[in-house]
T-cell receptor
Framework: TQLLEQSPQFLSIQEGENLTVYCNSS?????LQWYRQEPGEGPVLLVT?????EVKKLKRLTFQFGDARKDSSLHITAAQPGDTGLYLC?????????FGKGTLLTVNP | NAGVTQTPKFQVLKTGQSMTLQCAQD?????MSWYRQDPGMGLRLIHY???????DQGEVPNGYNVSRSTTEDFPLRLLSAAPSQTSVYFC???????????????FGSGTRLTVV
């Protein structure tokens, strides 16, 4: 069974601060995805990374896939209250995913 | 496009009752899957389907049954509800990417189930 460990579990910061969330595994994944989930809603896909060392940017969010394809990070620059939510990493295949337990981010105005 | 539609949004069952959680997608995605989300446990895969007529078990399949007669629909059946099945259930659809990575993963808004 492939496991994904996310850290930190909780993160509370002030608006304008930068932050990084980590997703680590002892297994190699063919791809990793990052999701954001708001209360009462399903996860929403932010990005998929498939190549070791790949870096993708989505506005103020930067995603990196480790060279060995065992880890990934999400960096948010100048966090805003609208970034508040549960961030989940997931690895797997076309039709099934293994999820980390998530990082609950709160950005205070 | 509606994406992935789940019904009902909330449900309370008594122990031993059966019910079906509905999931429909209108994106013509070939893959569909069911997850449950529990506090401290993350999302765990229950069952998945790679196409009409083809289903398989995920990590936590016991007590659940699925079928996929059409590309659009993937219902999840609880055979005899137990308190341990109290959870939030999410249905997802996706399609094959060129590099085996799942693409277009779209989740429904969930069904919050309580078994008393």
């Amino acid at each position: 069974t492939q496991l994904l460990e996310q850290s930190p579990q909780f993160l509370s910061i002030q608006e304008g601060e930068n932050l990084t969330v980590y997703c680590n595994s002892s297994s190699v994944f063919s791809s990793l995805q990052w999701y954001r989930q708001e209360p009462g809603e399903g996860p929403v896909l932010l990005v998929t990374v498939v190549t070791g060392g790949e870096v993708k940017k989505l506005k103020r969010l930067t995603f990196q896939f480790g060279d060995a394809r065992k880890d990934s990070s999400l960096h948010i620059t100048a966090a805003q209250p609208g970034d508040t939510g549960l961030y989940l990493c997931a690895g797997g295949s076309n039709y099934k995913l293994t999820f980390g337990k998530g990082t609950l981010l709160t950005v205070n105005p | 496009n509606a994406g992935v539609t789940q019904t009902p949004k909330f449900q309370v069952l008594k122990t031993g009752q059966s019910m079906t959680l509905q999931c429909a997608q209108d994106m013509n995605h070939e893959y569909m899957s069911w997850y449950r989300q529990d506090p401290g446990m993350g999302l765990r895969l229950i069952h998945y389907s790679v196409g009409a007529g083809i289903t398989d078990q995920g990590e936590v399949p016991n007590g659940y049954n699925v079928s996929r007669s059409t590309t659009e629909d993937f219902p999840l059946r609880l055979l005899s509800a137990a308190p341990s099945q109290t959870s939030v259930y999410f249905c997802a659809s996706s399609y094959r990417g060129p590099d085996r990575a799942g693409y277009g993963y779209t989740f429904g808004s969930g069904t919050r189930l309580t078994v008393v």
